[in-house]
């Protein structure tokens, strides 16, 4: 049985796969998440876990999105790197997700991750992370932290690899995004791929990764750092690519 979990149905009660989503504040995929899936499409029930709730099968799941939130702890990818004095980590996402990703991979199954969703589906396939953007590359705090959920801010631009599956689903090569951490990918795991960049940010002599997709492209994986789902309503090309990433996504999930 799951236990605290939003069950959301489609209109007309059809039975349809469902969509696992997973989070910490159930209320900010209310706000946000669920009305970007909607956006994009998706008109079948959608499971949310949090941390203590359980699933007990995935018959019937056709996907998974994880959504954004805090820190990732560094034990996950490295138990010799110590824990950055500005991380706030959510260790019961860590243990929620890390296994969910794995067990969603094994069954090929389309994962969406945003901001630390990208982040966690990293770690959770080998990778690792950047504890803190602004004392490892060198740049300012608001570089990348700027805007919240209720106003977005497009600070930055993204430029996006033209020959991967990203750019198609896009339809453009750079894209102003809008942007709220201070992690971020720091070696992609050996089955992803970085696929976008923020150019003026360095780290190793590199630009920063913003985006990542699987190598295999028999499947349907991506993570995004910057929150296509608060972008979904906008004018203009920011609110067009959000809108973009999500009908993509479900258009998978259809096919699953």
Known sequence: MINSVTKVRDEVGKKMNQLLMTCRDK????????????????????????????????????????????????????????????????????????????????????????????????????????????EMCGCKVEAHRHGDSQVPDLRHTVRINTGSHLAKILGQSQIYVNSRHHQAIANPAPSLKPVAWHDETQFNGKPLIEAVETIDSSRWVLGVQWHPENLVGLEGDGGRAARNLFRAFVSRLIQA
């Open 27 to 134: 209320q900010s995929l209310l706000k946000a998440y669920i009305p970007a899936m909607r956006f994009g499409g998706w008109e079948g029930s959608i499971e949310i876990l949090t941390p203590g709730d359980l699933l007990n099968s995935w018959e019937g799941v056709a996907g998974l999105l994880l959504a954004g939130g805090d820190d990732i702890h560094p034990k996950n990818w490295d138990t010799n790197e110590p824990l950055h004095p500005s991380a706030s980590v959510d260790e019961e996402r860590d243990s929620l997700e890390i296994p969910l990703i794995q067990k969603a991979w094994e069954l090929k199954l389309p994962i969406f991750g945003i901001c630390r969703g990208e982040q966690t589906l990293n770690v959770a396939l080998g990778g690792s992370l950047i504890q803190d953007i602004p």
